[in-house]
């Protein structure tokens, strides 16, 4: 009897998993892009009336040099400077997100069915410096000055600013289309591009931290 309970019960925690992964997963994942394009004029609009240098970035960022939606996306991925930083998230906070800082130089913005990741660019001498961390590897990329600089994006009939393609190259963004992975891998890097890999996982710290809106500016500041 035992054992017949214990094989129903694996039997239907794989049967969930399975749903979870095919199913489920798809759908909250088709509902996020739905909300997110929805609200991509208005976000646009939001992120302008900040008076910040920004880009999206990411995989919407690759779809806007292509002009059209390769898959769908759960979030949105922006680039500002280190400098905008602040009156950026002033912005969202008004706006109803909720911030945290989730790795270092990323901040994660968030309100029920929305989310936005926040890559924080900084200024070192005549170079623009950005760290991706993740618990498998870091990744410093240092390019000069003049390379920051947006392009245009379109999607239907939005237009918004994009980083340049070579961005989502060096991401790689998540794709299994063929003429996808080949379009990316054919993509040029700058000159004066310099990405300093660590493949080991990172030895720097991972801060989840809630930026609460009394003495958020000092705290934003300290990272």
């Not at 609009?45 to 999206?56: A, E, K, R």
């Not at 968030?110 to 990744?139: A, C, E, H």
Request: charged content about 20%.
């Amino acid at each position: 009897m035992f054992t017949r309970a214990c094989y129903w019960i694996i039997t239907l925690i794989g049967l969930f998993t399975a749903a979870t992964r095919t199913v489920i997963r798809p759908a909250v994942n088709r509902y996020r892009h739905a909300r997110l394009m929805l609200q991509l004029p208005r976000l646009i609009d939001l992120f302008d009336s900040s008076g910040s240098t920004w880009m999206v970035a990411g995989g919407l960022s690759y779809d806007g040099h292509r002009g059209y939606i390769t898959r769908s996306h759960k979030d949105l991925d922006v680039s500002i400077i280190k400098e905008h930083l602040n009156r950026v998230l002033e912005v969202l906070r008004r706006d109803g997100f909720e911030v945290s800082q989730s790795r270092i130089d990323t901040y994660s913005c968030q309100r029920p069915g929305l989310k936005i990741d926040l890559f924080v660019w900084d200024l070192q001498q005549d170079r623009m410096v950005k760290r991706y961390v993740t618990n498998s590897y870091t990744l410093q990329v240092s390019i000069p000055i003049e390379l920051f600089t947006s392009e245009n994006g379109q999607i239907n009939d939005t237009c918004f600013p994009i980083q340049p393609l070579w961005v989502p190259r060096l991401m790689k963004i998540s794709t299994t289309d063929p003429t996808d992975l080949a379009y990316i891998e054919g993509i040029p890097y700058p000159d004066g591009y310099e990405p300093t890999w660590s493949e080991e996982p990172s030895s720097l710290p991972h801060p989840t931290v809630r930026l609460n809106k009394a003495g958020s500016t000092d705290l934003a500041e300290s990272f």
